[in-house]
């Protein structure tokens, strides 16, 4: 399991949440719901959560590109959610750089976590045919 390129793309994404969630210092912005500390910590809960599903599920490659492409739908949400606040409410983009690159390291630790996944599995299945 370990020995795979994605799962090493996918441990470094936990890593990333977790780091988040003991060194990132919550935001305090009073009049935006989804910026408040308890949406940033299960943000990142829930990311780690489902990488490690994600990792788990190295013999079913097909059930763990979905829960990869799901957790990347989140992230670009979570992203671009991210940036409108920070635009429209004039935060300093210095003050809150690591809370924009969160999200977008986990897209591309998931999108490199895919790749890898479609290679093995286009190998897998070109290896079959040879048979």
């Known amino acids: 399991m370990i020995q795979r ?3 090493v793309y996918l441990l470094l994404l936990i890593s990333v949440s977790i780091v988040g969630l003991g060194l990132i210092p919550p935001l305090e912005v009073g009049v935006l719901l989804f ?4 949406f940033t ?18 013999k079913n490659r097909k059930v763990q590109i979905l ?3 799901f957790n990347m739908l989140g ?5 671009l959610m991210f940036l409108y606040v920070f635009y429209s409410s004039g935060f300093e983009m210095s003050s809150v750089a690591v809370w924009v690159m969160v999200p977008l390291s ?12 479609r290679k093995d599995e286009d190998l897998i299945r070109s290896m079959d045919r040879l048979r």
Do not use: C, E, H, K
């Open 5 to 7: 390129i994605q799962s």
């Open 35 to 38: 910026l408040n500390p308890d």
């Open 41 to 58: 910590m299960g943000y990142l809960m829930v990311t780690a959560f489902f990488g490690a599903v994600s990792l788990f599920l190295f």
């Open 67 to 69: 829960v990869n492409r």
């Open 75 to 79: 992230q670009s949400i979570v992203f």
């Open 106 to 117: 986990s897209f591309f630790f998931l999108f490199l976590a895919n790749r890898a996944i």
